[in-house]
């Protein structure tokens, strides 16, 4: 069948209150995607506010992006690069000791291509303890990131990363183990 995206219809997607999304947006574009403002423990406060659960020693940078911080939970000593963009239209959960370096992309939605109504689709993230998103790299929806895993510059996780491993390539795929 073609598409009909005229037949279209996410209303059984909820992600929060309009207004408490539209005080976000404002937020988030003054605050976060902007990069005038590198000030980490005001931006923690912010996301604590909004909802997020956000350990000790986050470093958020300039012009990250986050969808919604209520369906966000960071763990301890986490870095998070210029440019990322967290699109969390689910849930996205990140544990200790995590890099995720510049213009790295978290990806929990997508569209159900062989649907003529191109359906949403959303699906969790999980990146565990001690994981490195290298610069470019993207997650895509459902993927779990076991501990110590590595995402290559540029690579493209569709599937779960296994503990220990570095993935490298579109799609990614493991090229070596981190620690020898």
Known sequence: MPVDLSSYNNSWYKPGHPFKRGAWYLVNMVFFKSSFFPFYGFKRGLLRWFGATVGIGVL???????????????????????AVWIDNLELVTIGNDVCISQG?????????YKSPAFDLIVKPITLEDEVWI????????????RKAAVLAVGSVAGTDLEAGQVYQGNPAEKVKARYN
Do not use: M, Q, R, S
Not at 104 to 112: E, K, R, S
Not at 139 to 145: D, K
């Open 104 to 112: 790295a992309f978290l990806l929990c939605g997508n569209h159900d």
């Open 134 to 145: 290298g610069a470019k790299a993207i997650v895509a929806p459902g993927v779990t990131c």
């Open 60 to 82: 958020i940078k300039p012009g990250v992006n986050i969808k919604y911080p209520w369906k966000l939970v960071i763990g301890n000593h986490v870095w998070i690069g210029e």
